[in-house]
T-cell receptor, first 116, second 109 residues
Framework: DAGVTQSPTHLIKTRGQQVTLRCSPK?????VSWYQQALGQGPQFIFQ???????QRGNFPDRFSGHQFPNYSSELNVNALLLGDSALYLC???????????????FGPGTRLLVL | DAKTTQPNSMESNEEEPVHLPCNHS???????IHWYRQLPSQGPEYVIH???SNVNNRMASLAIAEDRKSSTLILHRATLRDAAVYYC??????????FGKGTKLTVNP
């Protein structure tokens, strides 16, 4: 049973460019959440997708956008990259949106983005 | 979002028990207490969660204070593979996890 997979594993971009990160959820999961983790910090919630719609968003600018496909996979897009966007981007999957808060999220290994 | 307070770092010796504390004095009645850990160069992984009663699973035990204002994650016999950052999280909905800085656990051989 494949867990959460993310691609690419590493990425280098320059300021002002755009980037797309991809995530495939764990088998049987239909909800995808994205997190940003700066060096030495805990992950910060970006947004969550369920039924191909953004359901909740953290404190991130509109430069951060996403998409969920009918097969539940998801993309994270970041436009007009800034140096401060350099971080580990984590994808987490879970089942159901309105499930009990005892539900578990499964994380992928992340994509490390470096903006020069 | 309700806040948690954890020590920045802790050390343990291999094969000894480890007690990782977490304070959450502003917890509400509907907040679940979750623990995740993040091994080096990996994404976070679920460890355990509970609401009011103590919980055990194959990875760890979770002891919750009677007033729910604090909890302790217990690793019964630490191994080198348990070296990680451990996050204590209060969760009221399924929509997001709010991470703090966590506790970096070092396990000495």
């Amino acid at each position: 049973d494949a867990g959460v997979t993310q691609s690419p594993t590493h990425l280098i971009k320059t300021r002002g460019q755009q980037v797309t990160l991809r995530c495939s959820p764990k088998s049987g999961h239909d909800t995808v959440s994205w997190y940003q983790q700066a060096l030495g910090q805990g992950p910060q919630f970006i947004f969550q997708y369920y039924e191909e719609e953004e359901r909740q968003r953290g404190n991130f600018p509109d430069r951060f956008s996403g998409h969920q496909f009918p097969n539940y996979s998801s993309e994270l897009n970041v436009n007009a990259l800034l140096l401060g966007d350099s971080a580990l981007y984590l994808c987490a999957s879970s089942f159901g949106l309105a499930g009990a808060p005892g539900g578990t999220q499964y994380f992928g290994p992340g994509t490390r983005l470096l903006v020069l | 979002d309700a806040k948690t307070t954890q020590p920045n770092s802790m050390e343990s010796n291999e094969e000894e028990p480890v007690h990782l504390p977490c304070n959450h004095s502003t917890i509400s009645g509907t907040d679940y207490i979750h623990w995740y850990r993040q091994l080096p160069s990996q994404g976070p992984e679920y460890v355990i969660h509970g609401l009011t009663s103590n919980v055990n699973n194959r990875m760890a035990s979770l002891a919750i204070a009677e007033d729910r204002k604090s909890s302790t994650l217990i690793l019964h016999r630490a191994t080198l593979r348990d070296a990680a950052v451990y996050y204590c999280i209060l969760r009221v909905s399924s929509e997001k996890l709010v991470f703090g800085k966590g506790t970096k656990l070092t396990v000495n051989p």
